[in-house]
């Protein structure tokens, strides 16, 4: 059986600014197929509407990851299959962000505080405004989907321990610094994988505010995943709920946090 | 056996480096080297009252010296109350691509044998003071490679040109810092003492202060709001230039 989780807790330094939680996560489960995204919507006054910018992104990807048919594996090479989800996830996350804008149109309110060049860039690329992170992982017929893109993290878990998915080189993005779904090269950056569900025990992701005040991989394995594992496979995710709430408005480093997981649970029946 | 934890341990601060380069060659002797042993020694006398002032990060303290070749003055980064001066001599030539070789392994991930956070942390403070042209002749290649650090782009970093007025020595700071607003002539041994003072504890209480804001693509925290905060205090300054 497979056992899900997503949450989402606004930061302190958040609440501390009157702002919006900027960070959006969900899930799905059927028969067939269990999905959960987390996205991190940009904290700059340039992208004042990243709030409906990662809901959207999560929406995107729900949406495609829902409808596709891994039939298509049979068909087309494995680097064209992520190349089209990657592509439509794009388009998806575009066509809503355009349908809002035409609907709602940015306001005066919202753009007052903007300088004479982030007015121009906006201009230039109104989807700026909406720029945010993704994540997303879908398990489906013994597979596991990944898509990434900008910073947080995505780690593989087997026996214990987590690996990345897609590994960071010394030369990426670092410190709130991020790649983003706004970007016009976005695909370039937009990272894909499909896993076999038969060689790992799931698979974790989250923004950075959920993993930055933990340091290192190894740190964050056992001070979070490993506890987050145990509570979720007793089945007291009103536990994890809580901990999350505390680690975004008390204990963290006051950044908005996210979480979504995927476990395989041989010993249960019913799932989170 | 690993003891299992529970939620709520293992959180750290975000961390906020600190870190002066030095030029300590033979033309620095006299009070140009002492300037800087007595600007880093006041700049560490503020430090503790700034840590103290904040909840966002922890500050951290490093070191490099370079003549002939460079050195670290601790192997790593300090904790403010950790960081003990010990004044610099000046000896040999100015070999910068020694130091960019260095300051490019510092700005590398822990994992990766580097000093920098592998999640998280604040864009560092890098601060090179130097009084002339490298003797090193490859030092534009040293400097590519270490430009290609995330750590490097992200980092608030000054060059301060001292008592030198060449366009070809300014060259070569323009290039590090890649912005002319934060090259700075400092023309007497009193002004550069109080710019490294300036410079150090203002950016250090601003960074250490802006870490937990979230800021998004293309965008650094805390290092515009820092840099127009010394440069209103350097306004005061006299026989400083930029």
């Known amino acids: ?272 | 056996m690993m003891q299992d934890r529970m939620l709520g341990e293992g959180i750290a601060r975000q961390e906020l480096n600190l870190l002066f380069v030095i030029d300590n060659s033979g033309s620095m002797e006299g009070e140009k080297l002492g300037a800087v042993n007595n600007a880093i020694r006041d700049v560490m006398s503020i430090m503790p009252e700034i840590q103290e002032d904040t909840s966002d990060a922890t500050i951290k303290i490093s070191a490099l010296k370079f003549s002939d070749k460079a050195e670290w003055i601790y192997s790593e980064p300090q904790n403010v109350e950790d960081f003990k001066w010990k004044d610099l001599s000046a000896e040999g030539g100015t070999n910068l691509s020694g130091a960019y070789d260095e300051l490019s392994k510092w700005l590398t991930k822990r994992s990766n044998g580097g000093m920098m956070p592998d999640i998280g942390g604040v864009a560092p403070i890098i601060i090179l003071m130097t009084d002339g042209l490298p003797t090193s002749y490859d030092w534009e290649k040293h400097l590519e490679s270490l430009k290609k650090k995330g750590w490097f782009k992200v980092a608030l970093k000054y060059a301060l040109a001292i008592q030198i007025d060449t366009d070809e020595a300014m060259d070569v700071l323009n290039k590090f810092t890649g912005n002319p607003e934060t090259v700075l002539k400092v023309y007497t041994a009193e002004a550069l003492r109080k710019v490294i003072n300036v410079i150090a504890v203002t950016a250090s209480k601003v960074k250490s202060n802006s870490a937990s804001m979230g800021v998004g693509a293309g965008a650094v925290n805390g290092n515009a709001l820092a840099q127009n905060e010394i440069a209103s205090k350097l306004d005061e300054v006299e026989d400083v230039e930029w």
């Not at chain 1, 809002?100 to 700026?128: V, W």
């Not at chain 1, 974790?204 to 505010?209: E, K, L, R």
């Open chain 1, 1 to 272: 059986m497979i056992r899900y989780y997503s949450k989402t807790s606004i930061g302190y330094s958040h609440i501390r600014e009157n702002k919006v939680c900027q960070d959006y996560s969900c899930s799905y489960h059927d028969d067939e197929r269990t999905i959960v995204t987390t996205c991190d919507g940009h904290g700059g006054k340039v992208y004042f509407r990243s709030h409906l910018g990662s809901k959207f992104a999560s929406s995107a990807t729900m949406s495609v990851l829902c409808r596709f048919d891994d039939s298509l594996l049979d068909k087309l090479c494995r680097e064209d299959v992520l190349g089209k989800l990657k592509l439509e996830i794009l388009c998806e996350w575009n066509a809503l962000v355009e349908r809002d804008i035409a609907q709602n149109p940015f306001s005066d309110e919202e753009t007052s505080a903007l300088s004479e060049d982030e007015l121009f860039r906006l201009k230039t690329s109104p989807m700026m405004a909406y720029g945010t992170t993704l994540h997303g992982i879908m398990a489906l017929s013994g597979r596991l989907y990944c898509v990434s893109l900008g910073d947080g993290g995505m780690f593989a878990i087997k026996n214990g321990t987590i690996e990345e998915v897609f590994k960071d080189s010394d030369d990426d993005p670092v410190a709130n610094v991020t790649y983003s779904m706004c970007q016009e090269n976005a695909y370039d950056h937009f990272k894909a994988e499909i896993l076999d569900l038969n060689g790992i025990d799931g698979a974790v992701i989250c923004t950075d505010g959920t993993i930055n005040p933990y340091r290192n991989i190894d740190n964050f394995n056992r001070s979070f995943v490993t506890p987050i594992i145990s509570h979720l496979s007793k089945g007291e995710y009103l536990a994890v709920d809580d901990f999350m709430v505390k680690l975004g408005t008390e204990i963290g480093i006051g950044d908005d946090v996210s979480l979504g997981l995927i476990i395989k649970d041989e010993s249960r029946n019913n799932e989170v």
